[in-house]
């Protein structure tokens, strides 16, 4: 059962915006509740999407191991491929949340009304990947006077205790993009599909969600980050439940933080 969060002021609410709501620090841990719901409502269509999340791991994996260099190529690959996977869970727990039986071929379909919106989405994400690895370049040519260090010779240099302010300012960088991905993102998709939301729109609110309700982001974030690092322990093989669990979670983070749909049940076959 969806809780009824305070919405923010509405002098904070500016024309034309979706309204945002302030949450309690207990909200992600219901969140991953109500995820789990749906997961053993739906464990078809989660073994699906959770199959594809511990491929595109493998994937990535292999290719690291292999090829070091292409690992940013099959990373965008992926990053092409992830919103359309995250937009099937959100549909799978929206037509739970209504009372209508999970279909795998509507969560395949779902985004097919915002192509023009998710383009856009996923151009953004491309570019602040691009400026990341830049960025992360930058940081090697300023510690490493003799290039780009190999797979073996990175990992070597981040396990050297001498190399602390590398890892720092690596970590750092890092850091600082994903929190701005994080941030506009977080409940950007959900709202893409449940309201058809523009990107920008879409981008703008999943930012007020973040900045009215820091705290308790930052713990989902967290949450997050602990769940995937765990999941890929073993080959990623984790993956195939946190993947689909965090996917359905993130619609109910989405239903919590944003005002009630303005999408009827009725329209959703």
């Given at each position: 059962?969806?809780?009824?969060?305070?919405?923010?002021?509405?002098?904070?609410?500016?024309?034309?915006?979706?309204?945002?709501?302030?949450?309690?620090?207990?909200?992600?841990?219901?969140?991953?509740?109500?995820?789990?719901?749906?997961?053993?409502?739906?464990?078809?269509?989660?073994?699906?999407?959770?199959?594809?999340?511990?491929?595109?791991?493998?994937?990535?994996?292999?290719?690291?191991?292999?090829?070091?260099?292409?690992?940013?190529?099959?990373?965008?690959?992926?990053?092409?491929?992830g919103p359309f996977l995250a937009m099937g869970l959100y549909d799978t727990?929206?037509?739970?949340?209504?009372?209508?039986?999970?279909?795998?071929?509507?969560?395949?379909?779902?985004?097919?009304?915002?192509?023009?919106?998710?383009?856009?989405?996923?151009?953004?994400?491309?570019?602040?990947?691009?400026?990341?690895?830049?960025?992360?370049?930058?940081?090697?040519?300023?510690?490493?006077?003799?290039?780009?260090?190999?797979?073996?010779?990175?990992?070597?240099?981040?396990a050297r205790p001498e190399n602390w302010e590398f890892l720092a300012i690596y970590l750092l960088v890092g850091g600082a993009f994903a929190a701005l991905v994080f941030a506009s993102m977080v409940v950007a998709l959900p709202a893409m599909l449940d309201r058809g939301s523009d990107a920008l729109t879409a981008c703008i609110t999943s930012m007020r969600v973040v900045g009215l309700n820091l705290a308790v982001m930052l713990q989902w974030a967290a949450i997050i980050t602990v769940l995937v690092a765990v999941s890929l322990w073993w080959h990623g093989a984790g993956l195939l439940l946190v993947g689909p669990l965090l996917g359905c979670a993130s619609w109910h983070a989405y239903r919590c933080s944003v005002g009630d749909s303005a999408v009827p049940a009725s329209t959703i076959s």
């Open positions: 059962m969806q809780a009824s969060p305070a919405p923010e002021k509405a002098s904070d609410n500016p024309a034309g915006m979706l309204q945002v709501q302030l949450l309690r620090m207990a909200d992600p841990w219901r969140w991953l509740a109500l995820g789990w719901r749906d997961l053993r409502r739906a464990p078809g269509v989660a073994l699906f999407y959770g199959l594809c999340f511990w491929a595109m791991a493998l994937l990535i994996g292999w290719v690291f191991r292999a090829s070091p260099e292409y690992s940013m190529a099959m990373a965008s690959g992926c990053l092409l491929i727990s929206r037509r739970l949340e209504r009372g209508l039986p999970p279909q795998l071929s509507s969560s395949l379909t779902c985004w097919d009304t915002q192509m023009g919106s998710m383009g856009m989405l996923v151009m953004v994400l491309l570019v602040l990947e691009m400026l990341w690895a830049r960025a992360s370049m930058v940081v090697f040519a300023v510690f490493f006077d003799t290039g780009m260090p190999t797979t073996a010779g990175m990992l070597q240099a981040v």
